[in-house]
């Protein structure tokens, strides 16, 4: 753990931005947390990144509206931690938390520091967070611990023969709520007897999201103005590919299924057109310029047709533009999940890399689901390959040949996807049950 701190603070020194990030936001948090008496007595989440805080997101939202009729001595502040840069970058202006801080570097001295100051009434780790010196310095000062969304694999190290003292850890925790029963039973056969099944409550926040999303298009002007360039793009064409989260890797398969003759006749029949809209999942200048010149120019930026160039531009002509455009390129962040509806088929990217990224909220939206080879720690994706809702590919005649049927197969294939999103659903309450009960 100590080297892996210094490799960081070496990062850092060299100039890597995240190392940077991250190194400087956690040296903050303790001085941060000393102006900060008011909240003692908190109750703590601690997320990697914003999808470990998107698992926790509905227990936290659930706990705030139970607050809202709560005697004023029965209320606790709300403190999220974040470990990854990207994570505390995205949600530090979350209004429903009291306080959103980095992790300090989880040693003995930080952890006690931390819990001392921050005095919590509970500490709630979501999904891979078990830092040891947290864990031990919550069980010393007897503050009840609790993992949510949790999940485990026989290859994971606490059940590896040099390993196997991080079990402590586990057996720390004052309850496991896990997400299926291989976690639960594989924990049980390594004497760890706390743990309860409960689900994944992302699948509860993703219909949140659909619900949300739907009801601010239907209501908001502004949200109606923010999709008009999506809205106006997709007009006319039955082929549309939502690509959500991608890397190069994900975006070069993409570019060669386009660049057949699919695009050929739009200005005959626009109806039989296939076209992408492309979320990245960086857009700094480096990927985007990957992008530029890998479709040269048969895509629109975004931000070129957004509502702050509509004043220089005439409707018409961006309309004009956007409809003999094969791709749009979302260049801003915050979007992807109101894209959804716009689209009949949704890629997801990140299968070519370390792993794929969230597949439920486009499953959420009954949406056929393809994605790369690396799968294997997503049990959502194998649920929705079980379901016959996803296909996973390795290479371009794969993804040819699973973009083809689900194009053709949308609406069946979509309607398994929906159906296995609410086959999942639940998590939220039951954790909140047992926690807060």
């Avoid at 190392?19 to 947390?33: K, P, W």
């Avoid at 975006?251 to 003759?261: G, H, I, N, V």
């Avoid at 996803?390 to 069946?412: F, G, M, P, Q, V």
Wanted: net charge neutral.
């Amino acid at each position: 753990m100590l080297i892996y701190f210094l490799i960081l603070r070496l990062a850092a020194l060299f100039g890597h931005r995240k190392a940077r990030q991250l190194v400087s936001g956690q040296a903050a948090t303790l001085r941060l947390l000393a102006e900060r008496k008011d909240l003692k007595g908190a109750i703590w989440f601690h997320a990697a990144s914003v999808g470990e805080f998107e698992q926790a997101r509905p227990i936290i939202e659930k706990l705030v509206e139970r607050q809202k009729t709560a005697a004023l001595k029965e209320k606790r502040p709300i403190v999220v931690t974040f470990f990854s840069p990207s994570g505390y970058e995205a949600r530090k202006k979350y209004e429903q938390a009291d306080g959103i801080y980095y992790l300090p570097f989880a040693t003995r001295r930080n952890a006690k520091q931390f819990i001392e100051m921050l005095q919590p009434e509970m500490a709630i780790f979501v999904k891979y967070e078990f830092w040891p010196a947290y864990i031990r310095a919550l069980k010393q000062y007897n503050i009840p611990t609790y993992s949510i969304c949790s999940i485990f694999r026989p290859k994971q190290y606490f059940f590896r023969w040099w390993g196997k003292g991080q079990l402590k850890v586990l057996r720390a925790f004052t309850h496991l709520y896990v997400q299926d029963e291989e976690s639960r039973q594989l924990l049980a056969a390594h004497d760890v007897p706390n743990a309860t099944v409960c689900g994944d409550t992302r699948f509860d926040r993703m219909m949140a999201v659909r619900a949300q999303t739907a009801s601010l298009t239907e209501h908001s002007a502004q949200s109606t103005d923010r999709l008009k360039p999506i809205r106006q793009f997709v007009e006319g064409c039955e082929q549309v590919i939502v690509a959500g989260s991608t890397w190069p890797k994900d975006e070069e398969l993409l570019e060669q299924y386009l660049s057949t003759d699919r695009c050929a006749d739009r200005a005959q029949n626009t109806d039989q057109v296939t076209k992408l809209v492309l979320v990245p999942h960086e857009i700094d200048e480096e990927h985007l310029h990957f992008i530029f010149n890998l479709f040269k120019g048969r895509f629109v930026r975004y931000s070129d047709v957004s509502t702050e160039h509509r004043a220089q531009n005439t409707d018409i002509s961006i309309q004009n533009i956007l409809r003999h455009a094969d791709v749009l390129l979302i260049d801003t962040m915050g979007l992807l999940s109101s894209i959804y509806p716009f689209g009949q088929v949704a890629y997801i990217g990140g299968g070519f890399g370390v792993g794929i990224h969230n597949t439920i909220e486009a499953a959420a939206y009954g949406m056929p689901v393809i994605f790369g080879p690396n799968y294997d720690h997503f049990r959502e994706a194998k649920g929705l390959i079980d379901a016959g809702a996803a296909r996973s590919i390795k290479n371009y005649s794969e993804l040819e040949a699973a973009l083809d049927t689900a194009l053709e197969n949308h609406e069946l294939i979509g309607q398994k996807a929906a159906e296995y999103v609410q086959s999942e659903l639940g998590a939220t309450d039951k954790i909140f049950g047992k926690i807060f009960s």
